[in-house]
């Protein structure tokens, strides 16, 4: 155990890529001395385990996160390398109150995450394995893994996995709240493709959990997960590859907007076909912008350019159509920004909407909203809306008794994506109430009775039957009482222990 001026353990990452303890204020009262707990626990750590406290260049490393909006702070970092380790520290922050969040790709963004404060990081970066079973057509990961160490491993392997669409996200913390992407209406969700997981639980025990083994905990995990305990393994189903992805980058002229929009939400999407649209501000053109990213999979150029048609037909001022790699697809679809998106340290203040029905005139009167607040607002012209329609014949192909995740019929994922240079910039306040604002427009037209949301896009102010659905929660808060009754794993969009 290395004990420097600079004490880190990296820990393993629960459901959603994040676990945390809700006992900040009873860890205040204590008056407890964070270096002393951790220094009396060391002797029951591996030697390779390493601390980190704040002022040294690593404790930066093992906490940077991507979104600056609201987040989290430690007195302490610690990157363990063994699952005991895991097991250790999570016993220790147990039985001293102590605030914890457990982070593998640190990509949540959540306000509810802002609400550990003076707490422990438990980093699980040091778990980076990714073993392909050829034999079983499995794939196991650790709690570090981000998508972009799964799709060379994996593909070269001869096979495909779902997976979200940006390459710096955590594979097991996406997974854990569903795992929506590309590939949801060929293979269904990651949560479809979860065989088994290995889980450290609040009490410090090891559990394994599948569809044989604690099944009630299984059915849990997928699509509740953060709440139960910290993932150390994940075992998928993989798929044959299909080939190569064709791609479709277009934009279109902000006046064509009211055409475009009916155009994507009357489109028929056979399983392979995917539409991405994002409504942004173009800096260079000083104007707004509608961009499409499309993908297809399981065919050919000129099939794909059939299905594209009545998008084609629109005339988009640019278009860039090609054959990419499975692999390269997240970083070669939507204009090659993942590099630019996935860039650690920027502010993402978020909030998402589950859409089953399209209203086209909802998205023209967004459009409109957000092209009025980028002209009067010039420091949130970064600002955007992206709506992921992606098809749903394998998603709702799996019985919705069959996991926690209540939202199978959803057919766009609406993310609105308020941003500004950094925190405490003046326009926080407005651009937070637009975001809120178109919110409530896209919920009020969803095809749902009222708001709903896909967990690892909440706000954070969201209620637990919006998050969970309501006639999931029951099982859930049992579920809940079980495994974690004091919410040690309290932080990220918690689930109630108890519910009628």
């Given amino acids: 155990m290395h004990l420097s001026s600079s004490l880190l353990f990296t820990s393993a990452l629960l459901a959603g890529g994040i ?45 940077e996160r991507w979104d600056v909006y609201r987040p989290p702070s430690y007195q302490a970092a610690i ?26 790709g640190r990509h949540g963004y959540g306000t509810s995450l802002g609400k550990c404060q003076e707490g422990l990081a438990i980093d699980l970066s040091h778990f980076k394995d990714v073993k392909i079973d050829k034999q079983r057509e499995t794939v196991t990961i650790g709690p ?7 799709f060379p491993v ?45 889980m450290v639980t609040a009490n410090g025990d090891i559990v394994e959990a599948s569809k044989t ?17 910290i993932i ?22 902000p006046e064509q907007n009211v055409t475009l929009f009916n155009t994507v939400a009357n489109m028929y999407l056979p399983p392979g076909l995917t539409v991405e649209t994002i409504m942004s501000y173009n800096q260079t053109t000083e104007k707004p912008t509608i961009i499409v990213s499309s993908t297809y999979a399981g065919g050919s150029e000129a099939e794909a350019r059939r299905w594209m048609q009545p998008l084609l037909r629109l005339n988009p001022w640019y278009k860039d159509i090609k054959a990419i790699p499975w692999k390269r697809m997240s970083k070669e679809t939507a204009l090659g920004l993942d590099k630019e998106v996935c860039a650690n340290s920027q502010v993402f203040d978020i909030y998402g909407v589950n859409l089953r029905r399209h209203d086209a005139n909802t998205w023209v009167k ?9 002209n009067e607002q010039p420091a949130a012209q970064s600002s955007s809306v992206v709506l992921e329609t992606w098809p749903n014949q394998a998603v709702v192909a799996v019985p919705d008794s069959e996991t926690a995740y209540p939202w199978r019929d959803a057919t766009t994922y609406v993310m609105i994506q308020m941003r500004w240079d950094a925190p405490g910039n003046p326009v926080e306040t407005v651009a937070d109430a ?67």
């Fill in 434 to 500: 637009m975001g809120r604002e178109l919110r409530n427009d896209y919920a009020k037209t969803s095809g749902y009775n009222g708001l709903t949301v896909y967990v690892n896009y909440a706000h954070g102010d969201e209620t637990p039957e919006q998050m969970y659905g309501r006639n999931k929660l029951h099982r859930l808060a049992k579920l809940k009482k079980q495994y974690d009754p004091s919410s040690v794993f309290g932080f990220h969009n918690p689930l109630p222990t108890s519910y009628p």
């Fill in 79 to 104: 990157t363990p390398t063994t699952e005991a380790d895991i097991v250790s520290l999570v016993k220790m922050a147990k039985q001293h109150n102590i605030p914890f969040l457990a982070t593998g």
């Fill in 366 to 374: 967004t459009f409109n909203k957000l092209a009025k607040f980028w």
């Fill in 19 to 63: 676990n945390a303890s809700p006992a900040t204020n009873a860890y205040r009262r204590q008056g407890a001395d964070m270096r002393t707990i951790i220094g009396d626990t060391t002797p029951v750590l591996s030697n390779t385990t390493a601390v980190h406290f704040p002022g040294s260049g690593d404790f930066f490393s093992v906490t």
């Fill in 154 to 198: 994996v593909s070269d392997a001869g096979y495909q996995v779902q997976t979200g669409t940006c390459s710096c996200v955590g594979m097991i913390g996406a997974t854990i709240g569903a795992g929506i992407g590309r590939l949801d209406g060929v293979h269904g969700l990651v949560i479809d493709a979860l065989e088994s997981v290995r």
């Fill in 232 to 253: 150390t393994q994940a075992t998928y189903k993989m798929h044959k590859s299909m080939g190569d992805i064709i791609s479709f980058d277009l934009i279109y002229e």
């Fill in 213 to 229: 083994k604690n099944p009630e905990l299984f059915w849990g995990i997928r699509g509740a997960g953060a709440n139960f305990g």
């Fill in 144 to 150: 570090g893994v981000i998508f972009a160490d799964v």
